[in-house]
T-cell receptor, first 117, second 112 residues
Framework: SAVISQKPSRDICQRGTSLTIQCQVD?????MFWYRQQPGQSLTLIATANQGSEATYESGFVIDKFPISRPNLTFSTLTVSNMSPEDSSIYLC??????????????FGEGSRLTVL | KQEVTQIPAALSVPEGENLVLNCSFT??????LQWFRQDPGKGLTSLLL?????REQTSGRLNASLDKSSGRSTLYIAASQPGDSATYLC???????????FGTGTRLQVFP
């Protein structure tokens, strides 16, 4: 398993500003994912972040709005840029525990609850 | 396109009941299926992972089954407790991808 720490756990931000969310894992992992959970909704994948390559974004999400860094195998950041109230969500970092090259169990951080005024 | 649906959307039961939560998916070509628990405002806790070659997994009072051919999974919770109150999510990884696709969730309340 993996222990995942996210910072900040919550924040209240003003419209037009940007916020960077950090994700720290206690072990080296190849696959890291960023999800968004809007109020009352299930989780939606924003992007996949692999160390040493550009993040891969899902349909509806773009790098200018959600830039991602993955400098090493234990750390990643997600920035929510030029925020609007529609960006108010829980943002979750996830890592995959892969066995023998086969997709395995995913573990999640506690999430970062973002409120944009 | 893979779609994952959970029934019921919400469930309220008295303590001690045995429960069945349902998850269905449209594309049976999956690597695995995973059940999670989410407490209000919190992240997700992994409960059980079932590989596509497996039929079921058990952990304590939880038992999850997988029928890939029919596109269904069930999570069985025995002797429910108020501490089981949470939202339960199922998710699948479709064959050929690394992406976890989530269901709509079942919000469970167990009252004393």
């Amino acid at each position: 398993s993996a222990v995942i720490s996210q910072k900040p756990s919550r924040d209240i931000c003003q419209r037009g500003t940007s916020l960077t969310i950090q994700c720290q894992v206690d072990s080296q992992v190849t696959m890291m994912f960023w999800y968004r959970q809007q109020p009352g909704q299930s989780l939606t994948l924003i992007a996949t972040a692999n160390q040493g390559s550009e993040a891969t974004y899902e349909s509806g999400f773009v790098i200018d709005k959600f830039p991602i860094s993955r400098p090493n195998l234990t750390f990643s950041t997600l920035t929510v840029s030029n925020m609007s109230p529609e960006d108010s969500s829980i943002y979750l970092c996830s890592v995959e525990w892969r066995l023998a090259g086969v997709p395995g169990e995913l573990f999640f951080g506690e999430g970062s609850r973002l409120t944009v005024l | 396109k893979q779609e994952v649906t959970q029934i019921p959307a919400a469930l309220s039961v008295p303590e001690g009941e045995n429960l069945v939560l349902n998850c269905s998916f449209t594309d049976s070509a999956i690597y695995n299926l995973q059940w999670f628990r989410q407490d209000p405002g919190k992240g997700l806790t992994s409960l059980l992972l079932i590989q596509s070659s497996q039929r079921e997994q058990t952990s304590g009072r939880l038992n999850a089954s997988l029928d890939k051919s029919s596109g269904r999974s069930t999570l069985y919770i025995a002797a429910s407790q108020p501490g089981d109150s949470a939202t339960y999510l199922c998710a699948v990884i479709r064959w050929g991808t690394d992406k976890l696709i989530f269901g709509t969730g079942t919000r469970l309340q167990v009252f004393p």
